[in-house]
């Protein structure tokens, strides 16, 4: 499974954007994808995520009812719209998918390179 992010850049407060992840290669295997985040000095943080299949989706508290976490499986591309964006939400942003092999039950996560998103004042 091969991620791609883009989208990232500079806005200021208040303002929009919207980031995608093209994933590629054995996408068919799947299980849920989603959006975490990294600040410098900070640990990573999941940020959203959807599950392939029927679509349930989870947000952290701090995003909710500002980020929408969505896909387009024709296209085989995750998005997450942000909308009303504060300075707190400056960051790395990775694309990650899980696959989960049904045997065994573990996961194996993939991940994009990453896209900054830097939020002004």
């Known amino acids: 499974v091969q991620l791609v992010e883009s989208g990232g850049g500079l806005v200021q407060v208040g303002g929009s954007l919207r980031l995608s992840c093209a994933a590629s290669?054995?996408?068919?295997?799947?299980?849920?994808m989603g959006w975490y985040r990294q600040a410098p000095g900070k640990q990573r943080e999941l940020v959203a995520a959807i599950t392939t299949g029927g679509g349930s989706t989870n947000y952290a508290d701090s995003v909710k009812g500002r980020f929408t976490i969505s896909k387009d499986n024709a296209k085989n591309t995750m998005y997450l719209q942000m909308n009303s964006l504060k300075p707190e939400d400056t960051a790395v942003y990775y694309c990650?998918?899980?696959?989960?092999?049904?045997?065994?039950?573990?996961?194996?996560?993939?991940w994009g390179q990453g896209t900054q998103v830097t939020v002004s004042s």
């Open positions: 990650n998918a899980v696959v989960v092999n049904v045997l065994s039950g573990s996961g194996t996560d993939y």
């Open positions: 290669g054995r996408i068919f295997k799947i299980n849920a």
